[in-house]
């Protein structure tokens, strides 16, 4: 690790499949094992050389946390426990921590606790809040839209998706909205773009009409839904603006948090995300921007019952009823067995702390936002826009999108840094997601310098 953090070694090392395992050889041993002659650590090093480099300052391509020591220790404990806790007695002390992991998200966003702790009860006349965690954000955003589509056809369950049914989205939604819709029965079609900005920012004036025009037409909303903040961008919709609409009009307001929910941490920050308590449901990743190892999303839901009605199923060998003693998790979630994934946040707050936490992500937003300007004042490349989290596009000015994409490709071969890309506004943009805050404006300069010369050559 430390010599990733050097930034000596390259970031990532691409080969082909064959190139790899002609190396490790699988068929010499899948059918007896390795034996003992040391060629397991042979086999452990081997993967490790070939695995990218998250902690190496030239990774800037994906949203994947560099992991909190914490949450590596708890995918350890884990891994040896092998609790699979959804219900309560395949693993209490996971079970227990899992309510204290959502009771700490809902409190973040501004919602009552679910009360599964009775010493942290809502306070009175207060609805109490809902919440799981999952295997990520994708399922998370399933989970979600599944709960919105048992609030508006609870019929659906038995009898299938309506085909009334549509879904309100920011058209640079996050492609497991998409897929959901898909899943869900109501298909690609029944999603009506939110009309937006170039950036693809949405423009909540436009939401009253897109509304009434799906209601003249005899369909039902099922949900709104917006991003805090968008992964393309990282750019944050108006969430009060669109909560006020959403709550006048009767309508489920899902706000995709995956990556920037975490900004509620930090007290300035979060203003970001201010008018999140207006919301039904949040989904809030932890693997992103709090540091957790990959992974584990909180579906978050503002009235705890409508996760409840979500999954309406029955099977006496895994679900109780009502329990004397301790909480089920598996009548509001996707998985059977699930793994202790409250464990890596817990570790994770108890190594570094909300303020540790906090603190990480001020660095990463004001790294981006430094970069932002280093990148606008160099002569040949263009900026898309003011970066308002850790995500940020920019692009060389004088080349076409064929140019852009293979100048990313051509980094990612030599290895020194890893991009990824973005089409927003009709362009294609590469796209630096700053994860790691040993990056710095060296990295970045180096970065411009080597693009440059790619460009050169290629044009050349
Ligand atoms: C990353 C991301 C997701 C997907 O989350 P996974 O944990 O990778 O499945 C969904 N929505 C947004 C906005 C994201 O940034």
């Avoid at 002659?37 to 086999?43: A, H, I, K, S, V």
């Avoid at 048992?150 to 009334?164: K, Q, V």
């Avoid at 991009?419 to 630096?432: I, P, T």
Wanted: net charge negative; glycine share 10%.
């Amino acid at each position: 690790m430390e010599i990733s953090r050097q930034g000596t070694t390259s970031v990532v090392r691409l080969e082909d499949v064959e190139t790899f395992l002609r190396r490790v050889d699988p068929g010499s041993f899948f059918s007896a094992g390795v034996g003992n002659d040391g060629r397991f650590e042979c086999l452990v090093r081997q993967f490790l050389a070939s695995s990218t480099r998250l902690h190496h300052p030239g990774y800037m391509a994906h949203q994947v946390a560099l992991p909190n020591y914490g949450s590596a220790l708890a995918d350890l404990i884990s891994g040896v426990l092998n609790n699979g806790m959804s219900v309560y007695e395949m693993g209490p002390a996971a079970g227990a921590i899992e309510v204290a992991v959502i009771d700490w998200m809902l409190d973040k966003i501004g919602w009552p606790p679910t009360g599964r702790n009775r010493d942290q009860e809502p306070a009175a006349g207060r609805t109490p809040g809902g919440g799981v965690l999952t295997h990520g954000g994708t399922l998370a955003n399933l989970t979600a839209l599944l709960a919105a589509r048992a609030a508006s056809a609870p019929e659906a369950w038995a009898g299938g998706t309506p085909r009334d049914l549509v879904l309100l989205a920011s058209p640079v939604a996050h492609y497991s909205i998409f897929r959901a819709a898909a899943i869900l029965g109501l298909g690609t079609g029944a999603i009506l773009p939110i009309p937006s900005d170039r950036f693809g920012r949405i423009l909540p004036a436009g939401l009253a009409a897109l509304v009434q025009r799906a209601r003249s037409e005899g369909c039902r909303v099922m949900a709104v839904c917006v991003n805090a903040c968008a992964t393309a961008t990282g750019l944050f919709d108006p969430l009060q603006a669109a909560g006020e609409f959403c709550r006048e009009s009767g309508i489920w307001l899902h706000v995709d948090g995956a990556h920037g929910a975490s900004a509620l941490l930090h007290p300035a920050l979060r203003q970001r995300l201010s008018g999140i308590e207006l919301a039904d449901s949040v989904v809030w990743d932890t693997h992103k921007l709090l540091g957790t190892s990959a992974l584990a999303t909180g579906v978050l839901v503002r009235d705890g019952s409508t996760l409840g009605r979500t999954f309406q199923q029955e099977a006496a060998y895994v679900t109780e009823g009502q329990r004397e003693t301790g909480v089920d998790f598996i009548e509001s979630q996707f998985e059977c067995t699930k793994a202790p994934l409250g464990l890596k946040l817990f570790l994770t707050l108890a190594v570094t702390g909300e303020t540790g936490l906090a603190a990480n992500i001020e660095t990463l937003f004001s790294l981006t936002r430094r970069v932002h300007g280093q990148i606008a004042s160099r002569n040949g490349f263009e900026v898309l826009c003011e970066p308002e989290s850790n995500i940020l596009c920019f692009r060389l000015r004088s080349g076409d999108d064929a140019l852009q994409t293979r100048i990313r490709k051509d980094l990612m071969r030599r290895g020194e840094f890893l991009l990824s890309q973005a089409d927003v506004d009709g362009q294609r943009w590469l796209r630096l997601t700053l994860m790691n805050p040993l990056t710095d404006e060296t990295t970045i300069e180096r970065l411009l310098d080597a693009i440059e010369v790619l460009a050169s050559g290629s044009q050349g």
